[in-house]
């Protein structure tokens, strides 16, 4: 099993790295949150991750290496960054040093070869399998359910699994199948698994009478469901959606039209059969046909091209059209090429505008107010300014770092300070200021 991802072509030749993963039993759920990270983590870097299975079956998920997978890639910083995602420790290094610069590199020939060894294995599992085998299938909706081999033939088979209540009918490539056929007849049910065949051998005689009505479809059910698997790539039909975006996604993708002007030309012949519904203006159909264009169709060939300029750029001007050409196809067809009207959800340019002009007098008139209001200065502090407590001079006392009041180093008379009970008594100023004071 490859994961790809970007343009891989450039990648060809280069060293592989091995990566460690945290655990044997958890290298498919692992597997799977790399695949997903991969955009976030690469971007512009295209990235090969070869995971060499040799053994697919019922929760079982064996690779030939133990919980170690190659990957290589033209940004050794990003295959660092691989270790963020939940499962994976990172790459193998020299030693227990785990620095990047020792990073164990394996040869391009060596990992071809585990490569072919692991294609000739996933061969192996599907060989052997005709029309009346019992098989277990691997992957989509219906996965690890077992079945009857109906129909086979260029490299797809038709699946008939019989449960309780009803019988379904599944077409699923033959590589997505393992061959059960050395199963018993009396234990080919559709959960078929080790405890099935633990349960035969420990109590045969008992066995047979537990899965007997498992075997056969209940005849009250006349006629089976059929459920077709429709591949990975294929995209989802909207029929029942008449909206433009559902129409040029069905255009670019099933159809397979990449012209913007042709795809405009058939949204505007549905327009004027009202078959899909109209928009307020033909600069939304522009922006619809750009966006699925861009995501639909160029990110797919290269996911680099971050806007429609750099299609444009790249790919020629034949990809450069405007919402007034889209004008020009149908001038009968009604509908503006821009909205004239302000929006009552107040999201159009004449709307904020309107907007702003009601709040600018409101905030003038504030401004104008805050004018007319002038504090007085404050008085400039001297060192004769006398304290309000102790009536000493401010040079008599402590300044703080920013010239705030603090400790007196006065001295104390009867005459002026109530805490001098004696007559002709001095010492000490007690006087405290601010903090000193709350102390």
């Known amino acids: 099993m490859i994961l790809e991802y970007g343009d891989v072509s450039k990648v060809q030749g280069l060293p592989w790295f091995m990566m460690e993963l945290r655990s044997e039993k958890t290298i498919e759920s692992t597997m799977r949150r790399v695949g997903k990270q991969l955009h976030g983590i690469f971007r512009h ?75 000739e294995e996933h061969r192996k599992r599907a060989i052997g399998i005709e029309v009346g085998s019992f098989v277990r299938i691997l992957n989509g909706e219906t996965r690890d359910f077992c079945g009857m081999v109906e129909i086979i033939g260029d490299g797809k088979a038709v699946i008939r699994v ?33 405890l099935v065949e633990g349960l035969f051998n420990d109590n ?33 039909k909207h029929s029942r959606q008449r909206t433009v975006t559902a ?27 009202k078959e899909i519904k109209a928009p307020k203006n033909l600069f939304i159909v522009y922006c619809i046909i750009k966006d699925r264009l861009r995501q639909d169709y160029f990110a797919k060939i290269d996911p680099s091209l971050s806007n429609y300029r750099d299609i444009i750029k790249k790919y020629g ?44 007098p409101a905030a003038e008139v504030k401004k104008l107010a805050s004018k007319g209001k002038q504090e007085p200065k404050k008085k400039k502090k001297t060192p004769h300014d006398k304290c309000g407590e102790c009536l000493h001079e401010r040079k008599a006392h402590k300044l703080s770092p920013k010239g705030a009041w603090m400790r007196c180093t006065g001295v104390s008379n009867h005459d002026i300070h109530p805490w001098v009970k004696e007559k002709g008594g001095s010492g000490p100023c007690w006087c405290k200021r601010f903090k000193e004071k709350e102390k």
């Open 247 to 273: 129409l040029v996604k069905k255009l670019v993708l099933i159809e397979g039209m990449h012209n913007p002007m042709d795809i405009a030309k058939a949204v505007v012949k549905a327009l004027h059969s």
């Open 45 to 119: 870097d295209p990235v090969e991750i070869f995971i060499p299975v040799i053994k697919r079956d019922l929760d079982v998920f064996e690779l030939s290496t133990g919980p170690y997978v190659f990957v290589r890639s033209t940004s050794f910083n990003a295959l660092l960054r691989l270790k963020s995602v939940t499962g994976v420790v990172s790459l193998v290094t020299e030693g227990d040093t785990n620095r990047p610069n020792k990073a164990i590199s394996v040869e391009d020939d060596y990992v071809q070869s585990l490569i072919k060894q692991a294609e």
């Open 162 to 194: 019989t449960l309780r209540t009803k019988s379904i009918l599944l077409e699923t490539p033959v590589r997505n199948l393992l061959n059960l056929s050395h199963v018993p007849k009396e234990q080919r049910v559709y959960y078929y698994s080790p």
């Open 317 to 360: 001007k034949d990809y450069k059209f405007s919402a007034n050409q889209i004008a020009k196809i149908d001038p009968d067809l009604g509908i503006p090429v821009q909205t004239v009207e302000v929006c009552k959800d107040g999201r159009s340019r004449e709307a904020r505008k309107a907007s702003k002009s009601k709040i600018q």
């Open 204 to 236: 045969p005689e008992t066995a047979t009478a537990m899965v007997e009505e498992d075997l056969h479809l209940d005849e009250a059910v006349p006629m089976p469901e059929v459920v077709e698997e429709p591949p990975a790539e294929e995209p989802k």
